[in-house]
């Protein structure tokens, strides 16, 4: 069966919406996709996006956890960069969570690992092949 695909849109849980989007807009630089507010004004949906490719931030229900309620984490997402030391440097000084210092890895990238407040492992990267 051949499949035409038009977009992959990754889900990531967040507890708290609008922080999650926050530090995945200033501190690691996404743009902004919006939120959207119920109208007691709790956050609902969150979208950041990377280039062309979007994320959508929900809540941490319907069966989605975050690694900080769960106490694992089982995934992460790997975002290319022009420049991962430099993006290493600006992340670290808004005061990320570095897991990792950015590393020429033999899969040909060169990347680094941050955590976001929830848990969350992105894996920052550019290219070396």
Do not use: C, N
Not at 28 to 56: C, K, M, N, Y
Not at 105 to 127: L, M, N, S
């Amino acid at each position: 069966m051949a499949v035409e695909f038009l977009e992959l849109i990754p889900v990531v849980p967040y507890a708290d919406i609008r922080a999650g989007h926050d530090f995945l807009v200033d501190v690691l630089g996404f743009s902004s996709g919006g939120l959207v507010e119920a109208p007691d004004g709790t956050v609902v949906h969150g979208e950041v996006r990377a280039g062309a490719q979007r994320i959508w931030l929900h809540a941490d229900a319907g069966g989605l956890s975050t690694p900080l309620a769960s106490g694992t984490s089982t995934a992460g997402i790997v975002v290319q960069v022009a420049d991962v030391d430099s993006h290493f440097r600006a992340a670290q000084a808004k005061g990320a969570t570095i897991e990792r210092e950015p590393t020429d890895e033999d899969y040909g990238q060169r990347e680094y690992g941050v955590r976001d407040p929830e848990g969350h492992r992105w894996f920052i990267a550019t290219p070396t092949t």
